[in-house]
């Protein structure tokens, strides 16, 4: 019966941390090319599951349809938000482009309060199946195909930023933005493809989050949001597996603290591991130093 | 000079050959630095530097760019932990000294790239300098008592007579930001000063200039040195300076000193000319 | 001092008395110490009896009186916020977590000290020697607690650069909210409240005393720019490393800030509790810390002035925006992101104002007009060399 129970926690772990670990990235990825936090990044999760919610039960059209426009549109939405706001401060202070960041994640939040009302919307199961038996023990559908996306999406991402050409411009920017233009390379068509990617991950890591939990409200994407920072910065922030390594993390912890019985002081616990890790190792579990040049 | 410096170093004794101005014989060296390397990963960048410098002495320090003679400079300032070997500054050890420490205990520098306090006025940078004589604790500031005011204006006087070394009075009030480029220069060679130190490090300090400028420069550097009594190392690669205003110099190939002599043994050695100064056109 | 033998009529005589003086730098006259401090008293006592009667004469209402209060409040948390992001160059996202313990902290002190003064709920609110002992003796509780906690916060947190001290202290605000929500239930009897807060508090703060205390926290904030200890803290903020590498022991000075601006905002937190009348830890999330520090931003970093416009400024909107609340935060937000695209360095950048300057350039007939464009001392911390 117990390994049962720890069965189910472990899965719900690596449930909870794959949503982390998806959203986490696209964090992790908009920070590797520009230095940014970008703050409005849970909030195109928002957006992503109202999509969902209206395809579904405003439109009520199939759940297919809805995976894919909740998908495009948060891909959209990334990219637009980019260029809107955050590509005409490229050259700004740091911390302009930050509070510009912070603004477009009020105004997304008060924008879907104003536009769908506070109230919790119902987004409905994207397909009748719930759980599947193995072996004489049932698990949750959601919960496998939560994982099994969200690695898929890393080993496909990986081997974007590896393999291809577009990758490789998108370390190239990270590292050294100046040179990467003098090679020749679209310094803001890189920007705005890797936002694409980011918000991508984010869009499905909002159909997997609203087939878990049923709910679009306009605040769900900060602490989310702030969650899935946290692993990104707990994993070493510009490092993708770091992100997964921080999501998991992240997600387990959440977890065993609520399995405890602690569930109050949840969110204490996660920010309490963010404070020891950067404490001890400041980069994060993978991430690399960076120094000065004297 | 150094009365209001408190330290707790260890005293090492240690052997010193090396070339030093006569006057200063007898005297310890003001700064050693034995077997001093430093590798980083696998690039051994520094190997086997010493050095020992008089009291009042002026030293030059050439060498083609990226031979090592700014992470020297880091590693006299304790910038950069070194691998192996040892550096003394008045007898004392500095290991494990933290660049403020070792900045009190008397060596101060100068940036390649500029390092002033943009948006602080030329005074005021100086003024963060001469922090290292100051002893008004927090109190007595935030509440503006007396003795406040009596260090503001006793230290106000002396930044501006540190400033009339390069005649800069006038721009007291001038952003450091917004100085010409020589100027800044000469801005950071006084705050460097105004620290105290029995040592400057200046590293290129005439980049930049015109040779009317440099040839001022020149004026300067040596009347530092007998105003303050305090011992100069320079990296330059501006050679009418080097060789116009150094006692000795060092010269510096791939993180190794090659040669080391008199300004007219450096020019002549067939070793210095083939690594460096036969590429180089004498200014 | 050393003669320069130069004949040019732009040499400086500088003549200098102790303490004051009218100095001459660079050919500049310049008022005396004592002159430019009483000017800015007058200013302050004129706005307080003006202030004053108004409320006394009803001109005021009781609830024009709170927004009043709230300005003070949001004044003191502004210019605490700067000393650590305007004047240390450092971004903390857990400002709000100071302003909860201060809040807290004092309220306790009051509520729990009250009878050993003779003070009751009701004549809390007369001014008398014991509910001013009181007042400022919780003021001076709750900031103490705040700094103590910038100091726990500020060890960790100040080894760490840019971003990730942002992430740290963004943590350590949401632990202590966390804590301030639970704690009860830990300690086995009631503190905080837990998430209904702490409710009851009397009325302590009130208009006049709200702006004196707004007056001397930017009278010490000022001072301490204004000296050497402030000169280190700028000069971290504009290259450390030579800072380092000029004497200046940076893990002090960057401790010192934190801690100075924590202190400052537990005082403001202190303020906001008898504003209020009650403490609830929801209140005092990340959104609050962000409020903080977009007046900041919004008014220019390392501008005091800036500070207590913005933080009037974005006081009074939300009130007076109150009949459109559904859109307000739309527009706040849009407002905010067009700012920062078009004036990224805020509406005054660091310029600071001071009346004393604006009467020596009246003094020395230097008006904007007549000055040529390098002469433009970009004002900041800097301009006003204090002699």
């Known amino acids: 019966m117990f390994a049962v129970t720890f069965l189910t926690q472990v899965l719900n772990g690596l449930q909870l941390g794959s949503i982390y670990a998806l959203v986490a990235l696209g964090y992790t990825m908009v920070y590797g090319i520009i230095l940014l936090l970008n703050f409005a990044h849970g909030d195109i999760i928002m957006v992503g599951a109202y999509i969902s919610w209206i395809v579904m039960s405003k439109l009520g059209l199939s759940p297919v349809l809805a995976v894919i426009l909740s998908v495009l549109g948060c891909t959209a939405l990334g990219v637009l938000i980019d260029k809107v706001a955050y590509a005409p401060l490229r050259e700004a202070p740091r911390l302009s482009i930050l509070i510009t960041a912070i603004g477009v994640s009020y105004f997304l939040e008060n924008g879907s309060q104003l536009v769908f009302g506070a109230d919790a919307k119902v987004v409905p199961n994207f397909t009748d199946l719930t759980t599947f038996q193995v072996g004489g023990m049932s698990f949750s559908f959601t919960a496998v195909l939560t994982i099994a996306v969200t690695v898929v999406s890393t080993i496909i991402l990986s081997l974007l930023v590896q393999k291809t050409k577009l990758g490789k411009a998108m370390r190239a920017v990270s590292e050294d933005m100046g040179a990467a233009r003098l090679m020749g390379i679209n310094v803001n068509t890189t920007i705005s493809f890797t936002f694409a990617v980011g918000s991508a991950l984010a869009g499905i890591g909002a159909v997997l989050y609203s087939m878990a939990y049923h709910q679009a409200t306009p605040t769900m994407g900060i602490m989310l949001g702030t969650k899935a920072f946290v692993a990104a910065v707990l994993g070493g922030i510009g490092s993708i597996p770091g992100a997964v390594i921080g999501g998991l993390v992240v997600g387990f912890a959440e977890v065993a603290v609520s399995a405890i019985g602690l569930s109050v002081w949840q969110d204490a616990v996660v920010f309490l591991l963010l404070i020891v890790v950067l404490i001890v190792k400041p980069t994060g579990i993978l991430g690399h130093p960076m120094t000065e040049k004297v | 000079m150094s009365n209001d410096r408190k330290r707790r170093s260890v005293l090492v004794q240690m052997e010193t050959p090396n070339l030093i101005p006569e006057r200063d014989l007898g005297r310890k060296p003001v700064l050693e630095a034995h077997d001093l390397g430093i590798d980083f990963g696998g690039l051994t960048a520094v190997d086997d530097f010493n050095i020992a410098m008089g009291r009042t002495e002026i030293s030059g320090l050439i060498g083609p760019n990226g031979a090592g003679k700014t992470t020297i400079f880091n590693l006299l300032t304790n910038v950069y932990k070194p691998t192996r070997g040892t550096i003394l500054l008045d007898g004392f050890d500095t290991a494990g000294k933290s660049v403020v420490e070792v900045n009190k205990m008397g060596i101060a520098r100068t940036f390649q790239n500029i390092r002033l306090f943009d948006k602080m006025t030329v005074e005021e940078n100086v003024l963060v300098g001469l922090g290292n004589s100051m002893s008004t604790n927090l109190l007595t500031d935030v509440f503006r008592l007396p003795k406040h005011w009596k260090q503001e204006a006793e230290f106000h006087d002396r930044a501006l007579d540190l400033l009339g070394i390069f005649d800069m009075q006038g721009l007291a009030t001038t952003q450091a930001g917004n100085l010409p480029y020589g100027a800044q220069r000469r801005l950071e060679i006084i705050r460097a000063l105004a620290t105290n130190p029995k040592v400057l490090l200046l590293d290129e300090p005439a980049a930049g200039m015109n040779p009317n400028e440099t040839d001022e420069l020149m004026e300067n550097i040596q009347k530092i040195r007998d105003d303050f009594q305090i011992a100069i190392l320079l990296i330059e690669h501006d050679m009418s300076l080097v060789m116009g205003v150094c006692e000795v110099i060092g010269v510096l190939d791939y993180g190794r000193i090659i040669a080391k002599g008199t300004p007219e043994e450096i020019q002549s050695d067939p070793k210095v000319i083939e690594a460096y100064l036969g590429k180089q056109e004498v200014k | ?387």
């Not at chain 3, 002469?375 to 301009?383: K, L, M, Q």
Request: glycine share 12%.
């Open chain 3, 1 to 387: 001092m050393e003669e320069t033998d130069r004949t040019e009529e732009k040499r400086p005589t500088i003549k200098m008395g102790i303490g004051a003086g009218t100095g001459i730098v660079g050919g500049y006259r310049t008022l005396p110490m004592p002159a430019r401090y009483a000017i800015n008293a007058v200013l302050v006592a004129l706005f307080l009896i003006v202030g004053e009667s108004m409320i006394g004469g009803g001109i005021v209402s009781r609830y024009q009186t709170t927004v009043l209060e709230q300005i003070g409040i949001y004044i003191i948390m502004a210019v605490s916020l700067n000393i650590a992001t305007g004047y240390l160059g450092q971004l903390p996202l857990g400002h709000a977590g100071f302003m909860s313990v201060g809040g807290y902290a004092c309220a306790l002190f009051v509520m729990k000290n009250m009878d050993k003064f003779g003070l009751t709920f009701a004549n809390m609110v007369t001014p008398s020697f014991a509910s001013v002992m009181l007042f400022a003796l919780g003021l001076l509780f709750g900031g103490v607690c705040a700094a103590i906690c910038g100091l726990i916060i500020g060890i960790p947190a100040l080894r760490l650069k840019g971003d990730y001290l942002a992430i740290i202290t963004l943590g350590f605000a949401e632990i202590i909210r966390v804590v301030m929500l639970n704690i009860d239930s830990v300690l086995g009897f009631e503190l905080t409240g837990g998430a209904k807060g702490l409710t009851g508090i009397p009325s302590y703060t009130n208009f006049l005393n709200t702006f004196i205390v707004v007056a001397i926290v930017i009278f010490l904030i000022h001072t301490m720019m204004k000296s050497r200890h402030g000169r280190a803290i700028i000069a971290i903020r504009d290259n450390e490393i030579a800072a380092e590498a000029s004497g200046i022991n940076t893990t002090y000075y960057k401790t010192l800030a934190f801690v100075a601006s924590a202190f400052f905002a537990g005082i403001g937190g202190g303020l906001y509790a008898g504003c209020i009348g009650v403490m609830a830890p929801a209140k005092f999330g990340f959104m609050k810390s962000v409020e903080i520090l977009v007046m900041v931003v919004l008014g220019g970093m390392g501008s005091m002035l800036g500070s207590v416009v913005s933080a009037t400024g974005l006081t009074i909107l939300p009130e007076a925006l109150r009949a459109f609340s559904d859109y307000r935060m739309v527009v706040y937000s849009v407002v905010l992101i067009l700012v920062m695209i078009f004036r990224p360095q805020g509406l005054l950048g660091s310029y600071d104002f001071s009346l004393s300057r604006v009467i020596e350039r009246i003094m020395n007939h230097d008006y904007p007009w007549k000055r040529k464009p390098k002469d433009t001392v970009d004002a900041g911390v800097s301009a006003d060399v204090e002699r």
